[in-house]
């Protein structure tokens, strides 16, 4: 256990060094889209935070993310589900983000879920533990002294095989605006 903590205690202060800022954002969205071979919607709100951001590059960073979501189908059961993640994430930008009034990205993030049921309008995933998987398009903006950020985000839920069934859950289109910090 102490060998784990010294561990811990070096990998914080060797990236603490390449961390850019404290910058955090929140950010709400709301979206949906037609489940993937179903004929129903899947639809909802996605709350998101960036908690801390690594800078890797000059145009590309890590970012340690929660989600929470809220999401309903338009069938006859099974009609909501809500979403708990932690996520690692990149972002990758078009061209370096310092000092730029308008900042291109690209994302992607993959991590740990939990899915408050199992069932999910006609989809059943094997156990509550289950993955998020988001790949994203968007920018940040800056106006006054202010920076926002847009997206439009592609959401999967699956669990990765380690259960059975493994159906995943898609909700194609989520637009969300965020406020960065």
Not at 36 to 52: M, P
Request: hydrophobic share 40%.
């Amino acid at each position: 256990m102490w060998n784990f903590l010294k561990l811990l205690c070096f990998s914080l202060i060797l990236f603490s060094g390449t961390a850019l800022a404290w910058k955090h954002s929140v950010s709400l969205g709301y979206g949906g889209s037609n489940e993937v071979g179903y004929d129903y919607q899947n639809y909802g709100w996605f709350l998101n935070a960036k908690f801390y951001r690594f800078k890797i590059d000059k145009t590309l960073f890590f970012t340690i993310d929660g989600s929470l979501g809220y999401w309903n189908a338009t069938t006859d059961y099974n009609t909501d589900l809500t979403t708990v993640a932690l996520s690692g994430a990149f972002r990758a930008y078009f061209f370096p983000p310092k000092d730029q009034i308008l900042r291109p990205y690209l994302l992607l993030s993959f991590g740990p879920n939990y899915l408050s049921h199992k069932r999910f309008g006609e989809v059943e995933q094997g156990a509550h533990f289950s993955f998020q998987s988001a790949l994203g398009v968007g920018s940040e903006f800056k106006i006054k002294k202010h920076d926002f950020d847009f997206n439009l985000r592609l959401l999967h839920y699956c669990n990765a095989g380690l259960a059975s069934p493994n159906k995943g859950i898609d909700i194609f289109f989520v637009f969300s605006l965020g406020y960065l910090f």
